[in-house]
């Protein structure tokens, strides 16, 4: 995980909430109603306050919000973040949420922002970026659309349903009390966290596939069948995907051809030593599995161990590895 309190904390303790516009003297303000604490509109909230905005205001008075020079309004008054207006649905045929529409203009500066606290001096591409962004976009938004429009929650200990029992009553009718505000604030930050632990989490994963592509390409031995790499990283998605590629035309990258020689990937371990893993054909599930079994014995080597299967072994070090690569192959 990167820096996942200094981030949260940057964005929890840098906002605030209010129902007038006497606290509305922050820089950027959004402005959105003060019904209900829904799922949308928190999700909504939290995209916003991670793009910079320091105070929003809950009012039902829309003259009060629309007075607000360069404020953003959402979920209220049928403008252009009020889903109750708009006439955008999903290819599944789900109307889009409030978060939804949010998502879609600012989602990739939340991303963009968070990922600079969460990484910060780490060095990434604009596509790890848009990456993130199409994963939330995939699953938290449109798990939010179908909970705003079609679907029920999956059970009482789901996330969005907890958010909704901060509610002071069932009834719309009722007054909010004078903790409303402070149980809404409590609700956006959770979602703050969902969606920073989630950034993190694509972000790691994204920046190990771009490492172990460009190790396919760089650091393969023994006629590109054995990868080595230089760290510790879990690597058998990523090959394992390459070696399924299909595609209309038949043809194939370069990066993906590479993929399809591994037999074995050689990489550090974290108590010291080397692993040595099988990486099973795509084409033939058993084929690789059974060489190393045929091929590797204990007395090959001296001090290396093996897992029940046999088709992960430990060395002490990397000449010793690919010597034992290197006569599973012959085999």
């Known amino acids: 995980m990167g820096n996942f309190r200094k981030a949260l ?13 006497c606290e509305c003297d922050a820089e950027r303000v959004a402005c959105t109603h003060n ?15 991670m793009c910079g905005v320091k105070h929003i205001m809950r009012t039902g008075n829309l003259k009060d919000a629309k007075s607000l020079a360069d404020s953003i309004i959402y979920d209220i008054g049928g403008d252009t973040y009020d889903c109750h207006y708009n006439s955008l649905f999903r290819d599944t045929g789900v109307k889009v949420s409030t978060f939804g529409l949010i998502w879609a203009d600012f989602g990739k500066e939340a991303v963009e922002k968070a990922c600079q606290i969460l990484h910060e001096g780490e060095t990434y591409g604009s596509e790890i970026i848009m990456n993130i962004v199409e994963s939330i976009e995939s699953t938290i938004v449109r798990r939010v659309d ?27 009718s009722i007054p909010r009390d004078d903790n409303d505000n402070d149980r809404f604030t409590i609700a956006v930050n959770i979602a703050i966290a969902n969606i920073l632990s989630t950034i993190d989490r694509i ?9 172990v592509e460009r190790q396919v390409i760089e650091s393969t031995i023994l006629k590109g069948q054995v990868l080595i790499l230089t760290r510790p990283a879990p690597f058998k998605r990523t090959i394992e995907n ?30 010291g030593g080397y692993i040595i ?7 033939d599930k058993t084929r690789a599995a059974s060489t190393t079994r045929k091929g590797l014995t204990y007395e090959l080597i001296d001090g290396v ?9 430990r060395v002490h070090t990397l000449p010793a590895a690919i010597q034992l690569c290197e006569k599973s192959l012959e085999e």
């Open 9 to 21: 904390n940057s964005y929890t303790s840098n906002y605030s909430v209010s129902n007038n516009m």
């Open 35 to 49: 019904g209900r604490i829904n799922v949308d509109v928190v999700y909504a909230t939290a995209t916003l306050i």
């Open 146 to 172: 179908e909970l705003t429009f079609e679907e029920e929650y999956e059970s009482e200990k789901d996330l969005f349903y907890l958010m909704e029992m901060l509610n002071s009553s069932d009834d719309d």
């Open 203 to 211: 972000f790691e994963s994204e920046v190990t596939r771009y490492y």
């Open 242 to 271: 390459l070696s399924k590629t299909q595609t209309q035309t038949g043809c194939l990258s370069d990066l993906e051809i590479a993929a399809r020689q591994i037999k074995f990937v050689i990489s550090p371990s974290n108590p």
């Open 277 to 283: 893993s099988t990486i099973k054909d795509q084409s």
């Open 305 to 313: 161990t093996f897992n029940q299967s046999h088709d992960i072994a």
